[in-house]
């Protein structure tokens, strides 16, 4: 079965420090992608970056990079030059393409802490 | 782009009192989501919308659970015979398909008594 694992429930990172978010994924599929989301307290989902199963190249969208090692099914996020307003629950997720459904499966989330 | 839109934004019911929930996505889409989400975990897929025909339904999903999409447009999600454990945030996002990331409203908090 498709499944996301977020193994960090928590973190901590230094101001103007950068910091990896673990993702590890599961799947039959030879076409899936895999997105991450931010959740501020404030209870929005907002989209980060996106990584193609097919894309060579990794994923990078401003402060954001996802490192994405296929054989080893991981879909790390890197937030470079963190800041206070990154403190946040992030999200991974996976879409689904089995039977031409487009479902999406989401990880637990680790929950981030930016320090002054 | 005005966004997902849901409403309402809290409802509080007694136990066993059906609700409605409202989703408004953004105009072009022509996929929509549902999701519940609890406290600490991540969104749980509920079901899901292509135009007006829902595709798909989560096998976790009891049959107190109903959606739907006239037109293709707006999406309304309602509960009967509500019970405590369906206390949660109930998320909609639309997205145009493909590779396309889904846009999440602010989401509904039920707060069953």
């Known amino acids: 079965a498709q499944k996301i694992t977020q193994t960090q429930p928590g973190m901590f990172v230094q101001e103007k420090e950068a910091v990896t978010l673990d993702c590890t994924y599961d799947?039959?599929?030879?076409?899936?992608?895999l997105f991450w989301y931010k959740q501020p307290s404030s209870g929005e989902m907002i989209f980060l970056i996106y990584q193609g199963s097919y894309d060579e190249q990794n994923a990078t969208e401003g402060r954001y990079s996802l490192n994405f090692q296929k054989a080893r099914k991981s879909a790390n996020l890197v937030i470079s030059a963190s800041q206070l307003g990154d403190s946040a629950m992030y999200f991974c997720?996976?879409?689904?393409?089995?039977?031409?459904?487009?479902?999406?499966?989401f990880g637990t989330g680790t929950r981030l802490k930016v320090l002054a | 782009d005005t966004g997902v839109s849901q409403n309402p934004r809290h409802k509080i019911t007694k136990r066993g009192q059906n609700v409605t929930f409202r989703c408004d996505p953004i105009?072009?889409?022509?996929?929509l989501y549902w999701y519940r989400q609890t406290l600490g975990q991540g969104p749980e897929f509920l079901t899901y919308?292509?135009?007006?025909?829902?595709?798909?339904k989560s096998r976790l999903l009891s049959d107190r659970f109903s959606a739907e999409r006239p037109k293709g447009s707006f999406s309304t999600l309602e509960i009967q015979r509500t019970e405590q454990g369906d206390s949660a945030m109930y998320l909609c996002a639309s997205s145009l398909g493909g590779n396309q990331p889904q846009h999440f409203g602010d989401g509904t908090r039920l707060s069953i008594l």
């Open positions: 105009s072009e889409h022509n996929r």
């Open positions: 919308f292509q135009n007006e025909a829902q595709l798909e």
């Open positions: 997720a996976m879409r689904e393409t089995t039977s031409g459904t487009y479902k999406y499966i």
């Open positions: 799947t039959s599929d030879q076409s899936y992608g």
